[in-house]
């Protein structure tokens, strides 16, 4: 029933980790640092896609800061979990 993984398949199956842990790092981290500048955040709602990153924006509209640069690289970050899921998806139901 188990099979062996070629070289590529590890490589997939590390890249979908990686990606998922990077995501999921950032998503904590990020949450942090804005508690740390007292944006009020509903922790049950820190996990939806697009939430930190409207709070955000309302925070750099607020002290006058951009937002342009922080926002696209969350919105890579999650582009590259899709990616790999995409790619990494035969893997898992055995394709």
Same mark, same amino acid.
């Given at each position: 029933?188990? &099979? ?5 398949? =590890?490589? !997939? $199956?590390? =890249?979908?980790?990686?990606?998922? $842990?990077? &995501? ?8 942090? =640092? ?5 944006? &009020? %955040? ?9 939430? *930190?990153?409207?709070?955000? +924006?309302?925070?750099? #509209? +607020?002290?006058? #800061?951009?937002?342009?640069? =922080?926002? +696209? !690289? #969350?919105? *890579? ?5 899709? %990616?790999?899921?995409?790619? +990494?998806?035969? %893997?898992?139901?055995?394709?």
């Amino acid at each position: 029933m188990i &099979e062996e993984l070629s070289t590529w398949q =590890w490589v !997939v $199956l590390m =890249w979908f980790m990686c990606s998922v $842990l990077v &995501e999921v790092l950032s998503t904590l981290m990020f949450s942090v =640092w804005l508690r740390r500048r007292n944006v &009020e %955040l509903i922790f049950g709602m820190i996990g939806i896609p697009g939430y *930190l990153e409207y709070q955000y +924006a309302q925070w750099c #509209r +607020a002290n006058s #800061r951009p937002s342009r640069a =922080w926002l +696209a !690289v #969350r919105g *890579l970050l999650m582009v590259n979990v899709i %990616l790999s899921l995409v790619v +990494a998806f035969p %893997l898992f139901v055995g394709g």
